[in-house]
């Protein structure tokens, strides 16, 4: 039976909810394997808005188990602030279509405090974190003095741990000049917490063997993208875990051979939120339009994304880096009615062209785009279900874009709207 594996190819924010919703539709099980409530997705579904954050795609699918895989972060404050967000839309979620690995490492305050205070103390430098804490938790479990969702059952260890964490976390904010934290800031909120939490702790690896072995379909939802991968990302600029569909298996506890193909989500364009380099970002008034067109805000945390036309020689290296069999290629409305669009083709380093993005940091903010120019279209390709129905100009537009990339797309997503998708290629096809 074929899994998916669901990646965004670029920095995030390309569009994966509504992919993954959509794809759910054919899955059983939806599993979320790395970040945490950094990620946002937003899901229109018959005009309802859900914002999710740390929680599957999948959870607005009550009949589908929705799982939080162990190469997450996971703030149980969170889990719980969104689990209610959605029960108040009218949503069933309980520990029979939500489970949480109990080996999950925990966000605690002491992470996003520490994120805050070393992101101010970078000033210019600033990484752009979402400020909730995913770079010191993802820390704490590699240093392996991370505390666990299962920790909660067990008081005493509880007790030990949290000295031992704080013991390093206290010295680091006393070099930076913020606050230090007591046991009891910690443990109160934990014990207050741990009861509404617990219920959902499972042991996912043993379920999802049996799921798997039971012939369940199984979706993994990737959040962040390639380009913040904390390996093939634009280091130090990216989040702390593997975002590339390689992880999906290690953080959720199955096998490489769980994830049968890989989808990656792009847009038809570019965007970043967050510092760090960007070589086709568009500063001028193009920028600005696109931005206001594709309505780029962060679901997280507000903030404006910054804009840029497609960079092929980017989307190129995510599809190898990542394993990507194809592409779902979202919100090509909003490049419509433009005169012409650019595609970035290549980029000079120093004098020379190169055709892939160097690793070295200096070298990646010095790196100029090649651009090809495209003749722009007039007519709308919003809401197009067909490729009969998009102008001539969009579909030569998506045919290069596959030759660029060497991939396909098997996927185009015309709207936000869940049945506005034009499907090339099944990734669930056996
Ligand atoms: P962190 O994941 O909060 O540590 O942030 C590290 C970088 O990843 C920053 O540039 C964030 O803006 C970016 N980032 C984290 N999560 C997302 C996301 O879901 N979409 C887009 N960018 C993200």
Redesign the pocket.
Known sequence: MANVAVV?AQ???EGKGKIVDWLSSRADVVVRFQ?GH???HTLVINGVEYKLSLLPSGVVRQSKLSVIGNGVVFDPWAFIREVNAIKEKGVTVNPENLIVAENVPLILPVHSAL?KAREEAKGAGK??????G??PAYEDKVARRAIRLCDLTDDAVLVEKVDALLAHHNALFRALGAPEMTPADILEPLREIAPQVLPYAAVVWKQLDELRRAGKRILFEG???TM?DIDHGTYP????SNTVAGNAAAGSGMGPRAVGYVLGICKAYTT?????PFPTELTDDIGELIGQKGKEF????G?KRRCGWFDAVMVRQAIKTGGIDGIALTKLDVLDGFDEVKVCVGYRLDGQEIDYYPANAGAQARVEPIYETFEGWKDTTRGARSWAELPAQAVKYVRHIEELIQAPVALLSTSPERDDTILMTDPFAD
């Open positions: 965004g920095w995030g924010d970040g950094n990620a946002g994120d990484i752009g974190t979402t400020g909730r995913i770079g959040a962040q993208g913040l600029y990216v989040t702390s970043r939120v967050g510092s760090g962060g679901v997280v945390t903030r």
